[in-house]
């Protein structure tokens, strides 16, 4: 058995970790409860979307957390971002398809609870058909890059 590549793997590791635990001390100790979060506009959040910034900042290089609320009846035509991203519906049901055209049919239903993934450059579209609100994960610099450009000033 060649111990090298075990080793090797096993020091990668150890570095990785040491770089995500001191990436969390830098970030400090945060403690929130819903009404001490501050819900605005601007950022990931276009159009009527309100973000409440939980940590990080997406504009930025390095890891972020955010809350986006959603209104009923929203639409967000099919856009990429150049960042990887997990969300988590908190509360709604948040509709998600994958494609460069809107696509009623591809739309998969994802009520409080459920978790999905955005894979960086990758084309989507959301529908939100009553009040929604979902917990993005990433590292930024985020973003939004509308496939049809046309659809950023709607």
Known sequence: MNIKPTILFLCAAAVLSCNVIAQAADAGVVTLTPEEMKWDTGGLAVRGISQAILIGDPAKPGPYTIRLKVPAGY???????PDFRQITVLSGTWYTGYGEKWDAKAL???????????????????EVRDETIVQVTGMGPGGRHFVNPADEQK
């Open 75 to 81: 639409k967000l035509a099919p856009h990429t971002h």
């Open 108 to 126: 998969k239903a994802l009520p409080a609870g459920s978790f999905y993934t955005e894979p960086a450059n990758v084309p989507h579209f959301v």
